[in-house]
């Protein structure tokens, strides 16, 4: 039932982020790129239903962070089933909503590829049109860092990333808080931020009718679970 869920997925081409990341290296299989979570939980993250952004100070040592949802359409959806002394319940969206992420120790992901996770949250809500999703995604203020003047992503990337899925205009507090400015790239520096650009927008548009799909497999895989169980069971009485 638990997950490691990459924040920022393998699937994109290395080069391209380090571009869009303003490094050599986007070190995507570094630690500090992943979260273990309910595979319910990652597969709505996936799908952009919700969003993971700081519970506080993003300055503070360790960043706490907490969960928002932000497709209303789910919320008394199902998430799992959990034992307690006064029998199993059921948690829907709805309880997770506004919860505090729980770690083992003060170990936290990186905030540079949380923040491009909530930069995607913050497109695929204004393209789902979800109900006051700028209410609960405050662009940029949360992520301001004096530490981190230099920025998150690179900003022509972002942009570039906006209009090539079409009609989504990022705010400029959202810009201001969490970018930088392209400074003169290296030679051939500039066909990774197209290919960054591409690959990210692509993603975004297939998601909007990927949803059911994500849903019917999830089902899909907890068939099968119970058909392994129940073999387990018949061997065990046999």
């Given at each position: 039932m638990v997950k490691c869920a990459h924040i920022v997925p393998f699937c994109f081409d290395s080069k391209g982020l380090s571009y869009l990341f303003g490094t050599d290296d986007a070190a995507l299989s570094s630690s500090r790129n992943g979260l273990f979570l309910n595979r319910v939980i990652k597969g709505g993250w996936d799908n952009g239903w919700i969003a993971i952004v700081?519970?506080?100070?993003?300055?503070?040592?360790?960043?706490?962070?907490?969960?928002?949802?932000?497709?209303?359409?789910?919320?008394?959806?199902?998430?799992?089933?959990?034992?307690?002394?006064?029998?199993?319940?059921?948690?829907?969206?709805?309880?997770?909503?506004?919860?505090?992420?729980?770690?083992?120790?003060?170990?936290?992901?990186?905030?540079r590829y949380l923040y491009f996770r909530y930069v995607m949250a913050y497109f695929h809500a204004r393209k789902g049109q979800y109900p006051d999703y700028e209410e609960k995604l405050p662009p940029g203020r949360m992520w301001?860092?004096?530490?981190?003047?230099?920025?998150?992503?690179?900003?022509?990337?972002?942009?570039?990333?906006?209009?090539?899925?079409?009609?989504?205009?990022?705010?400029?507090?959202?810009?201001?808080?969490?970018?930088?400015?392209?400074?003169e790239p290296e030679s051939g520096r500039e066909i990774d931020g197209k290919i960054a650009t591409i690959e990210l927008s692509a993603r975004i548009k297939s998601k909007e009718q990927g949803t059911v799909l994500d849903e019917e497999e999830d089902h899909k895989d907890d068939e099968e679970d119970d058909d392994e169980d129940e073999e387990e069971d018949e061997e065990t009485a046999e």
């Open positions: 700081p519970d506080g100070s993003v300055e503070a040592t360790p960043t706490e962070w907490k969960l928002v949802l932000l497709n209303e359409s789910i919320r008394s959806n199902m998430v799992y089933r959990s034992a307690g002394k006064k029998g199993a319940s059921i948690v829907r969206w709805n309880d997770i909503d506004g919860q505090r992420l729980r770690f083992r120790n003060d170990n936290r992901p990186a905030r301001a860092s004096p530490g981190k003047e230099g920025g998150y992503l690179r900003k022509s990337v972002l942009r570039a990333m906006a209009e090539r899925i079409g009609d989504v205009t990022l705010p400029q507090e959202l810009i201001t808080a969490g970018t930088f400015v392209d400074t």
